[in-house]
C-alpha cells in the first residue's frame, strides 16, 4: 500500500513539473524528487545545451521535439528542430545514448545559446533515475532564469547599422567550450560566403568556422590560443559598404556575468597596469618556473591574472593571453640588476640541492583529453584479447621492387596490408562487424580505418569501400588523408566510422605491439616492422610480426585465428593483391 502510494506521488509530482516548467523555477534541492526516489540509483546526466546553429544566432526557439524522455538515440539521429535568427534547423546528436529528461520543452522562445535544454544518460544507464547536474543552477532551465546573452553596448557609441557579432559556434553537439587555433582572416578583410574565418579545435578535431554573409571583419576580440566557451563574442563584422573602423565593441562580450581578461576588448596602451603600486597582491594560485619568469619579465602579478588550469593553476598561456590582450610591454630592469641577471641565467641549467627541479606545463587538447577518454573506456569495458602471427614478406618486398622499377608504381608495405585485410575481412566477416547495445552487428561494407599521427593527437582517417580499390587507389587514398589529418582538413565524415582499424608503426622500428579497439568496432591490427631472422633451415628471411586484438564478446579465438591465417597467405603470395578480382567481385555482389 505503502509503494502504490509513493508511486502516485511521484507521477503527480512529475505532472506538476511538466505543467509548469515554463512558469515556475524548481529550486535544486527539489530536483530529486521530480526525477526518482531513490538516492542509491541516481545517474549523472549528460548535457544536451542549446547550440549555436548560426554564426549570428544568440538565442532559439525549440520548435519540435523528435525524442521521447527514455527513447534511444542512435548516431546521426534528429533531436529537435531549432528556429535560428535564420531559419528551422535540424539538430542531430553523434553519439549513442538514451534521451532522459525534457528541460525545456517545445514553442520556449528566446532560449540563449548554451542553456541547458535537455539530459542523456549511456545507453545502459536507467535514464528513469538521472539527476540534474551539479551546475545546473548555474546553467538554468529556463531562459527566464539566464542572464542575457545580448551583449550589452557601451552606452556612450552606437554600433553602426549592418554590424554583427559572431559568437563562439557550436561545431558538435556535445561542445562545451573551444580552442581558436588560427584566424584565417585579418580586420578589415572582405568575406565572401562560405569563406573560413577562423581554425577551431572542438572536443573531437580542428574544424574550420565558415560565415555564410558576405561581410568584412572588423574586430577580433579572441587571440589565437585562446579557449572560448560556448556563446561568447569572438568577433564582429559589418556590412560591406561600412567603415569597418567604426565598428563599437559590447561592454559585455561573455554569456556568463564574469567575463575573463583574454575576452575582454584590449585596453589602451597607456593602461596602467604594471604601474608601480597599481598591482593586485598575489594570489593563492599555483604556477611555475616559466610563467614565474614571465611574470617578472613584465611587472604583473599572479593576481590580476585568471588561471585557466586545472586545481587553481595558473598556466603559461594564460600570461601571454593577458600581455598581448593588454599590450604589457617588459619592464626595464635597474643597472644595478643587469650583473644579478647575467649571473644567474648559466646557473638556470642546474637545480641546487634541496630545490625542486624546473619543469613545464603542458596544456592538454580537447582532442587528447577525448581520446584518453574513449581509450580509457575502451580498456576498461571491452574484454580485450589478443592473437600473433609472424608473416614471411620477402615476396611482398621484392614484388613491391618489381611495380617501382619495372611499371614506376610506388605503394608502401601499409598499403599492402591495408588491401590484404580488406580481402580478409571478405573470407572473413565475422571480423567486419561492431558490437552495439549488446549485440553483434555484422557491417556488409568493408571501410579500413588508418591510423594517423597528428601534432594534436592520433586520428583514424577512413578508407571506404577498400576491397573495391586498387592498390595505388589505396595509396594514393591514404597519402591525401594522411596530409589532410596533419593540416587538420579532416571532414567529419572522413575520420568517423570505419569498420576496421589499422595501427602500422613499423616505419619507426617497433617489432611488435598490441592496439587499444576503437569502439564500436571489435578488432584492430597492430602492425610492427619487418626484420631479418634465420628460418629451420637456416635461410635468412624478412619477417613481419602482426598482433590483432579482438573484442572477446563478438569474436571467437578461432574466428581471430582464421582472419590471421588467411591474412598472413595474402601477404605471403601477394601477387594475388596486385592483380585479384574475385573478392572485389564478390563484395560488389553481396553489396551491391
Not at 339 to 358: F, M, R, W
Not at 558 to 580: E, N, R, T
Request: with cysteine.
Amino acid at each position: 500500500m505503502a509503494h502504490m502510494l509513493r508511486s502516485k506521488f511521484v507521477l503527480l509530482s512529475l505532472k506538476y513539473v511538466n505543467l509548469t516548467a515554463s512558469r515556475i523555477s524548481v529550486p535544486l534541492k527539489y530536483h530529486r524528487l521530480c526525477f526518482h526516489t531513490s538516492g542509491i540509483l541516481d545517474v549523472k546526466g549528460k548535457e544536451m545545451l542549446m547550440p549555436s546553429l548560426s554564426p549570428t544566432m544568440e538565442t532559439g526557439t525549440i520548435v519540435k521535439w523528435f525524442k521521447k524522455e527514455g527513447d534511444k538515440i542512435e548516431p546521426g539521429d534528429a533531436i529537435a528542430d531549432i528556429q535560428t535568427d535564420k531559419a528551422v534547423v535540424t539538430m542531430e546528436l553523434e553519439d549513442e545514448s538514451i534521451f532522459a529528461k525534457i528541460i525545456i520543452p517545445e514553442g520556449t522562445k528566446d532560449v540563449k545559446v548554451g542553456t541547458l535544454i535537455a539530459l542523456t544518460v549511456e545507453v545502459d544507464e536507467d535514464w528513469k533515475t538521472v539527476e540534474m547536474p551539479d551546475n545546473a543552477a548555474a546553467t538554468g532551465t529556463a531562459p527566464a532564469a539566464q542572464p542575457t546573452s545580448t551583449p550589452v553596448t557601451s552606452p556612450t557609441a552606437e554600433p553602426p547599422s549592418g554590424q554583427q557579432n559572431i559568437l563562439m559556434p557550436a561545431l558538435s553537439p556535445t561542445m562545451t567550450t573551444g580552442t581558436i587555433i588560427k584566424w584565417l582572416k585579418r580586420e578589415g578583410d572582405e568575406i565572401q560566403p562560405g569563406d573560413a574565418l577562423a581554425e577551431i579545435q572542438t572536443d573531437k578535431a580542428v574544424m574550420a568556422f565558415e560565415l555564410e554573409e558576405e561581410c568584412i571583419l572588423a574586430k577580433i576580440l579572441v587571440p589565437e590560443g585562446s579557449q572560448v566557451e560556448i556563446g561568447q563574442l569572438i568577433a564582429i563584422t559589418v556590412e560591406k559598404d561600412t567603415d569597418w573602423k567604426q565598428a563599437v565593441v559590447p561592454a559585455l562580450t561573455k554569456p556568463s556575468a564574469a567575463p575573463t581578461p583574454a575576452s575582454a576588448p584590449p585596453p589602451s596602451p597607456a593602461q596602467p597596469a604594471t604601474a608601480a603600486g597599481a598591482k593586485p597582491p598575489p594570489s593563492g594560485q599555483v604556477y611555475g618556473l616559466a610563467v614565474k619568469r614571465l611574470l617578472e619579465e613584465y611587472g604583473l602579478s599572479s593576481g590580476s591574472i585568471k588561471g585557466t588550469g586545472r586545481t587553481n593553476r595558473l598556466l603559461k598561456s594564460d600570461v601571454l593571453a593577458y600581455i598581448q590582450a593588454h599590450n604589457v610591454k617588459k619592464v626595464t630592469l635597474k643597472a644595478g640588476e643587469a650583473p644579478k641577471t647575467a649571473k644567474a641565467s648559466p646557473l638556470e641549467t642546474h637545480v641546487p640541492v634541496g630545490k625542486p627541479s624546473p619543469y613545464e606545463d603542458i596544456e592538454i587538447s580537447n582532442i587528447r583529453s577525448v581520446i584518453a577518454k574513449r581509450l580509457g573506456e575502451s580498456k576498461s569495458t571491452i574484454p580485450h584479447s589478443y592473437a600473433v602471427i609472424d608473416i614471411n614478406i620477402d615476396k611482398l618486398i621484392e614484388l613491391r621492387g618489381k611495380l617501382k622499377t619495372e611499371e614506376d608504381v610506388n605503394v608502401s608495405i601499409n598499403d599492402f596490408v591495408t588491401k590484404a585485410v580488406a580481402y580478409a575481412l571478405v573470407e572473413c566477416p565475422d571480423i567486419n562487424t561492431i558490437y552495439k547495445n549488446g549485440q553483434v552487428v555484422r557491417v556488409p561494407k568493408i571501410d579500413v580505418s588508418v591510423a594517423v599521427a597528428t601534432s594534436t593527437g592520433l586520428i583514424t582517417p577512413i578508407v571506404f569501400d577498400t576491397v573495391a580499390k586498387s592498390l595505388t587507389d589505396i595509396s594514393k587514398n591514404i597519402r591525401e588523408l594522411a596530409e589532410k589529418a596533419r593540416k587538420n582538413q579532416l571532414k567529419p565524415h572522413e575520420f568517423q566510422g570505419g569498420t576496421f582499424t589499422i595501427s602500422n608503426l613499423g616505419m619507426f622500428g617497433i617489432k611488435e605491439f598490441s592496439a587499444i579497439i576503437n569502439p564500436p568496432q571489435t578488432a584492430i591490427l597492430a602492425v610492427g616492422s619487418g626484420r631479418e631472422e634465420l628460418d629451420s633451415s637456416l635461410t635468412k628471411v624478412t619477417t613481419m610480426t602482426v598482433t590483432l586484438s579482438y573484442d572477446r564478446r563478438a569474436i571467437d579465438e578461432d574466428q581471430a585465428a582464421d582472419f590471421l591465417a588467411v591474412l598472413k597467405s595474402m601477404l605471403q603470395d601477394p601477387s594475388f593483391l596486385a592483380i585479384g578480382k574475385i573478392p572485389a567481385l564478390r563484395y560488389k555482389r553481396d553489396i551491391y
